[in-house]
C-alpha cells in the first residue's frame, strides 16, 4: 500500500491486490489463498468445471481458476466473490485510519470485474454511515505498474511541493 499527499490536501491510496499480502487480507483473499480455498472445498465434494480441465486438484492454479470466473463456473465466483468481501472490509478499516480522497486499486485481480466490484461495493457499503468521508474507489488503468506508478507520483510531489512560510 502506498499514500501519496498532494499539495497537502489531496490524499490517494494506491493499493497492489496480489499475493504478498499480509495478515487477515492474506489468509483471506490472496491469490494463494483464493486457490486454496477453491482446492479445499473440491475436495469436500464440491462442483467445479475445473474437474474437466485437471487430473489432480492439487494443480489447480490460479489461471484455472480466472478461466473458470470467465465461465461463470458458481465454485470459482463464490470463492472469489468470498475473498473480495473480506478485502472490502479490510479496504473500508484503511479508509477509516488513513481519510484518503482517492484510492486507486490494481494489481491480478482487479481486471476481473467481479473481484473489484464486491469488494468497492463492500468497501461503500460499510462508509455510508459516515456521511463526511467522501472517498473515491476507483480500478487502475495499469494494474501492474501501480506500485511504480505511485513511487513516481512521490518523487514528482517531493520536487515540486511548495515550502509556504
Known amino acids: 500500500m502506498r499514500q501519496l499527499q498532494k499539495s497537502g490536501k489531496s490524499r490517494i491510496i494506491y493499493l ?36 474437466d480441465k485437471i487430473h489432480d486438484v492439487e494443480d489447480i492454479d490460479f489461471h484455472h481458476i480466472l478461466n473458470g470466473i470467465e465461465k461463470e463456473d458458481p465454485l470459482c465466483l463464490e470463492v472469489v466473490k468470498e475473498a473480495a468481501y473480506f478485502f472490502g472490509i479490510g479496504l473500508s478499516n484503511l479508509i477509516f485510519l488513513l481519510r484518503p480522497d482517492i484510492v486507486i486499486c490494481g494489481g491480478t485481480l482487479v481486471p476481473k470485474p467481479l473481484f473489484y466490484e464486491v469488494a468497492s461495493e463492500t468497501a461503500q457499503k460499510r462508509l455510508i454511515h459516515f456521511p463526511n468521508n467522501h472517498v473515491q474507489i476507483v480500478k487502475s488503468t495499469a494494474a501492474y505498474n501501480i506500485v511504480a506508478q505511485g513511487a513516481g507520483c512521490m518523487i514528482l510531489d517531493y520536487f515540486t511541493e511548495e515550502n509556504l512560510p
Open 16 to 51: 497492489l491486490l496480489s499475493s504478498d499480502l499480509h495478515g487477515c487480507l492474506q489468509a483471506y483473499s490472496s491469490l494463494p489463498a483464493i486457490r486454496d480455498e477453491v482446492v479445499r472445498r473440491m475436495k469436500r465434494g464440491h462442483v467445479s468445471l475445473l474437474e
